[in-house]
């Protein structure tokens, strides 16, 4: 019993997220296993026992059975999967309401911009951090752009693109949003476990899409407020671009033209 | 093309004078022959030929990338010329091998064979499908002529990078107009096609005696009517923005970004369709067949068709679910739905074999492995259906892994098509040894690909980059991938070698090799111009079985 449980309890090899949202995430994806395994066993087993069963074999006299309906059988393999979409649909909608949900007041908003080939964090204070991965070496992981946030508090994260779609993707908040032009995305995450993530854009966006990763330094609240509090408005952090620590505040926002705050591509 | 042996009596009397005046004196052959013929089986290997052609040279572009993913930090090629490569080979793939190759190969070979036509509705039109899609083909390759290279922003081409600013050069315009020319090449194959059905088909053939491939192609011809054109028109729009500063996809100047999603995808899911459901009727044909029974269940698998074409056009936001733009339960509950025609397909699939005398040969053999491929990739797709799940897996290596278990499921039955196929095509039988290898090698390789990726996805590896980090967790599952597809390209080196050979040394085929059930097996192999001489009595839909075992016809009811 207790192995039957364990079994039960496996996540079909999918990694676990940080957020309060991998519960739902990954509810659905067990349940999804629940359904797919044993029909997809079921399927190849009735196609090989067909195959081994059914197979001529050299010098049998056995003639081929020359039936065509039959209706019980054909609506049962109607109905069943028709109830078993029903129940994945039903689950799965509440999920996504939970998923979905945008916070009225979150605890802190940041505004994320992507550009070719870089992103540029915005604080509530006008902080920014930005910055482009290493176009000479994408084994650099120290040069590249930071998106603090405090843990176990709502954040807001505002998606925009200054130039092509871009996609935003932490694969330990198992999530991905596009940054459409023309489109103001947000959404919420709620990170449990303080730590260093990795993320990268996640749609084709140019030359140098591979190289546009950055990290996200989940703070414990206090180290946040700390951190937080050790910016000045309209203070810049570049990455991998040592000597513009103080950039201007307008400056950088006038447009997207970063060339000084973030590293030149190579050629 | 000349028929190979003298015909053995036919087992059925000829009940009508004779369908057809031959003309006495020369016919083109060679060059001539494929330039200028309105024979609908001579566009039809054109069209099959070509494909394999796109479908060699987009395998080409598979292994530069594999080879680019097999360590981390590799610089084998550059970033550009990998981008290139994944453009190129999904377009090519997509709308000159997969599409294509089944509904205006096969489509355009087997349909009027299949319905007693001589022909198709419009011959010379079929010819100028013919030369547009080779036409755009063309453009696609010629793209890596240019000064700029070929387009590189993947094959569906998100604008605004695809606008002028971002994109600059020739290269673009011609993936544009490549595409836009085999866009209207499908239109043209659509229109002839269903007219052919319409009004061509012999007497006695009614609408529920055709066998499940034409049905297959008909509702993939309707699909390609309400789709190709929204891409055509897409494609134009794009065009004028890149030279006439149209701006429909411009957001700085008022235009929306999402309004190309939306309109590529209105086409690009019904296209998924548009490819799968050919393979579907090959896969069908084959089983039944090799299983010498009636395809089990066969008008459930109609109805299963029209609703799999109907879910077809309204589940196109499925590829958006993370733009934040999409009514998403909506259309997650279509999404889903298309799980439960597509499993009563599985269903009679498995009916059709069960207690039949099954006969494993390689057109069979690709089969089954057309069904494992598929039924994983189906599984899989049910799970990215699910918006929440999506939001995990986007563009990540399991989404690639995904539509890859899905296609090349599809590709599995098309090969098993052309060993089922080719001896009515040619007269030859393909070597059965040669092709037995070469199905494990595909099996072997296909899966060994794209299985890993699945892993590769949940941890996080993205679409469409040139390079990794190497620490990543990454490097032994592409290491295995780009294996895999190596072992590919030797499967495909087998095949093609087996077809090359056969064609020329091959066993004779005869009439009906097979012992097949339906109008195809009735006429020699190759069959003369316009097809029949004489047509057995259509009672079923299976005419060419029920005149050969009479005492084995179809049990009615259950």
């Known amino acids: ?142 040069d590249l752009p930071v998106l603090v946030m405090p843990s176990n508090e709502t954040v807001q994260l505002h998606v925009v693109s200054l130039d092509v779609v871009h996609t935003f993707y932490v694969k ?47 703070m414990t609240p206090t180290q946040y407020a700390a951190w937080y509090a050790n910016q000045p408005a309209c203070s810049v952090t570049t990455a991998g671009v040592p000597g513009i620590q103080n950039g201007s505040c307008a400056a950088i926002n006038a447009g997207a033209d970063f060339t000084g705050y973030t590293q030149a591509p190579k050629g | 093309m000349t028929i190979l042996e003298e015909r053995p009596q036919l087992p059925f009397e000829a009940h009508e004078p004779s369908l057809m005046e031959i003309v006495p004196g020369p016919r083109p052959h060679g060059i001539v022959k494929f330039v200028t013929s309105t024979d609908h ?127 600059p050069g020739p290269g673009a315009d011609l993936w544009i107009v490549g595409i836009g020319l085999t866009g209207f090449s499908g239109i043209f194959t659509a229109v002839n096609i269903i007219t052919t059905v319409f009004t061509l088909r012999a007497p006695g053939m009614v609408m529920f005696r055709m066998p499940i491939f034409v049905w297959n192609i008909l509702v993939t011809m309707f699909l390609i009517l309400l789709a190709f054109p929204v891409l055509t028109a897409a494609m134009a729009l794009l065009w004028i923005d890149r030279h006439l500063g149209g701006n429909f996809y411009d957001a700085t100047k008022g235009g929306q970004p999402i309004l190309w999603q939306n309109l590529f995808w209105f086409f690009g899911h019904p296209e998924v369709y548009i490819i799968a459901l050919p393979y579907f009727g090959i896969a069908t044909e084959i089983l039944a067949t090799m299983s010498r029974k009636p395809v089990f269940g066969y008008k459930g698998m109609i109805a299963a068709t029209l609703s799999i074409g109907a879910l077809a056009m309204g589940v196109w936001a499925h590829h958006m679910y993370t733009t934040g733009a999409v009514l998403l339960p909506f259309f997650a509950a279509m999404s889903l739905l298309i799980a439960v025609p597509t499993g009563i397909k599985f269903f009679n699939w498995i009916g059709t074999m069960w207690r039949g005398t099954i006969v494993l040969n390689t057109a069979m053999l690709f089969c089954l492995g057309f069904l494992a491929m598929f039924l994983f990739g189906g599984i899989t797709g049910v799970i990215l259906a699910q918006p929440v ?116 040394n091959g066993e004779l085929a005869g009439d009906n090799p097979w012992d097949g ?17 004489a047509l057995p009595p259509i009672r079923s839909e299976r005419p060419v079985w029920d005149a050969n075992h009479p005492d084995m016809l179809t049990k009615v009811g259950h």
């Open chain 2, 389 to 504: 799940l999506d939001f995990q897996l986007h563009n990540t290596y399991f989404v690639v892994a995904h539509f890859h278990y899905v296609l090349i499921g599809a590709v599995m039955a098309g090969f098993g098509g052309l060993y089922y196929w080719l001896p009515k095509m040619t007269g030859r039988k393909l070597s059965e040894k040669w092709g037995k290898l070469g199905f494990a090698l595909l099996f072997i390789g296909f899966n060994l690909t794209f299985f890993p990726q699945h892993d590769l996805g949940l941890r996080g590896m993205p679409r469409r980059i040139e390079t990794y980090n190497a620490g990543m967790g990454w490097n032994f599952l592409n290491e295995l991938s780009s294996i895999g597809a190596y072992i590919t390209a030797l499967g495909v080196l087998v095949n093609a070698w087996n077809i090359f050979t056969s064609w020329r």
């Open chain 2, 41 to 167: 089986k001579q566009i039809g290997l054109n069209y099959l030929f070509t494909g394999l052609a796109g479908f060699v040279i987009a395998g080409l572009m598979a292994l530069v990338m594999r080879t680019q993913l097999i360590v981390p930090n590799n610089h084998f090629v550059t970033e550009n010329v990998y981008n290139e490569m994944f453009t190129i080979h999904g377009t090519i793939m997509l709308f000159v091998f997969a599409g294509p190759f089944a509904f205006a190969g096969f489509g355009n070979y087997l349909v009027p064979l299949m319905i007693g036509a001589p022909d198709m509705a419009f011959p010379r039109f079929n010819n100028l499908s013919y030369w547009l899609y080779l036409g755009g083909f063309s453009l696609l390759l010629a793209g890596f002529l240019t000064n700029n290279g070929a387009a590189q922003f993947g094959w569906f081409g998100y604008a605004p990078l695809t606008e002028a600013i971002h994109s």
């Open chain 1, 1 to 142: 019993m207790h192995q039957l449980t364990g079994l039960l309890a496996t996540n079909f090899g999918s990694p676990s997220g940080v957020t309060t949202q991998d519960h739902y995430t990954r509810e659905l994806w067990r349940l999804s296993g629940y359904f797919s395994v044993p029909i997809g066993l079921i399927v190849l087993g009735l196609i090989t026992f067909a195959i081994v069963r059914y197979r001529h074999r050299p010098g049998e006299d056995r003639k081929p059975a020359q039936f065509q309906y039959h209706i019980p059988i054909e609506a049962t393999y109607t109905i069943i999967p028709l109830v078993i979409v029903a129940v994945i649909f039903g689950v799965m909608y509440n999920a996504e309401n939970h998923v979905t949900k945008v916070s009225a007041k979150p605890s802190v908003a940041i505004t994320v911009d992507g550009f070719q080939w870089g992103w540029r964090f915005v604080y509530p204070n006008g902080h920014v951090q930005i910055g482009t991965g290493d176009y000479n070496n994408i084994n650099n992981n120290n």
């Open chain 1, 172 to 218: 330990e908040f198992l999530f991905n949003r596009d940054l459409i032009p023309g489109i103001n995305n947000t959404f919420d995450v709620n990170v449990t476990k303080p730590g260093l993530y990795p993320g990268q854009c996640n749609n084709i966006c140019g030359e140098y899409h591979a190289y546009m990763r950055f990290l996200v330094d989940v």
């Open chain 2, 517 to 533: 059930q339906t109008l195809e097996w009735a006429c020699s192999s190759p069959p003369p111009d316009h097809n029949f001489e």
